[in-house]
């Protein structure tokens, strides 16, 4: 079996590459994340005494979540078609008459969503660092720099007691956990178009639904913050945003063990449910009519 699913995942992704949609899909995560550091450019020549002072790793997570957002979306897509559109072109008969099986098949799709999720997932962090330096730079004059000097500000309506020593490392490792904590959403929104696309055999119903689906959820668990938690995608937003808010100065955000729990519960539990559904109905529906 495993030797079989491993042709399929070599053809598949082989297909997949020869297509135009995984090229294009970069350009706005990377159009996303110029946008994000170029705003460095503002900030590199100000004072230290100057409260909008801004330091790397704001910047670093603030061009994640945007283009994580977007991988999120782009998952959603790419896996929406890839059941339907065999459907839709008839290749299933093709396929189905040499020595694999249905199981064989969806897995191979399940693999390579997964696979390209971390792919694109990898690239957004490599780049978004990349950038970082070449545009703004962690460091200015060898020392860590916070957003916010010592005493009260007012941001987004709030008054914000800073924390200036908030050391390097620390935010370096509020970075890495925020950055684990985002893998899961996306592999669940992948999953969720997965389920969508064994429903149908038009790729466009198929895409049109998943996307207006993913965008009714998102814009729930907006408006409702507390069972907006319960949302798979929206457990994208948590780790960045805390890691975004500490390495901004905000001296009474922290990281809490039961949100952590939930952000990579609530999409884990997401993601095999959607992959559960989605093996049941691919293996019992009547794809070769």
């Not at 005494?49 to 330091?55: F, L, Q």
């Not at 997964?114 to 970082?132: D, E, G, K």
């Not at 545009?135 to 709030?158: A, C, I, K, Q």
């Not at 998943?210 to 929206?234: C, E, N, P, W």
């Amino acid at each position: 079996m495993m030797s079989r699913v491993g042709r399929l995942v070599r053809f598949e992704m082989a297909k997949l590459f020869r297509q135009k949609l995984p090229y294009v899909v970069l350009f706005p995560i990377v159009a996303s994340i110029l946008l994000v550091m170029v705003r460095g450019l503002d900030v590199q020549g100000e004072a230290v005494a100057d409260p909008r002072i801004r330091n790397g790793f704001e910047y670093l997570e603030t061009s994640c979540l945007w283009a994580l957002r977007l991988v999120s979306v782009f998952a959603v897509v790419i896996a929406s078609l890839s059941l339907s559109g065999e459907a839709s072109q008839g290749t299933y008969r093709m396929i189905l008459v040499r020595p694999v099986t249905r199981t064989d098949v969806f897995i191979s799709k399940a693999l390579v969503i997964a696979v390209v999720v971390i792919v694109l997932f990898i690239a957004t962090a490599l780049l978004s660092y990349l950038m970082l330096h070449l545009v703004h730079g962690f460091w200015r004059d060898g020392s860590y720099l916070s957003p916010l000097n010592e005493g009260r500000y007012t941001l987004m309506g709030e008054e914000v007691l800073s924390d200036p020593n908030r050391a390097k490392e620390v935010l370096a490792a509020d970075f890495r956990l925020a950055m684990t904590l985002s893998i899961l959403p996306l592999l669940a929104s992948g999953f969720f178009g997965l389920l969508i696309s064994s429903i149908f055999d038009n790729t466009g119903a198929a895409v049109g639904l998943a996307m207006f689906l993913a965008i009714a959820l998102y814009g729930f668990a907006t408006v409702d913050r507390q069972a907006g938690k319960y949302v798979f995608s929206h457990s994208l937003e948590y780790g960045l945003t805390v890691a975004k808010h500490r390495a901004e100065g905000y001296s009474d955000r922290k990281w809490e063990d039961e949100e952590i729990q939930r952000t990579w519960m609530v999409p884990l539990l997401s993601g095999v449910v959607f992959l559960g559904a989605a093996y049941g109905i691919f293996v019992k529906r009547d794809i070769l009519t």
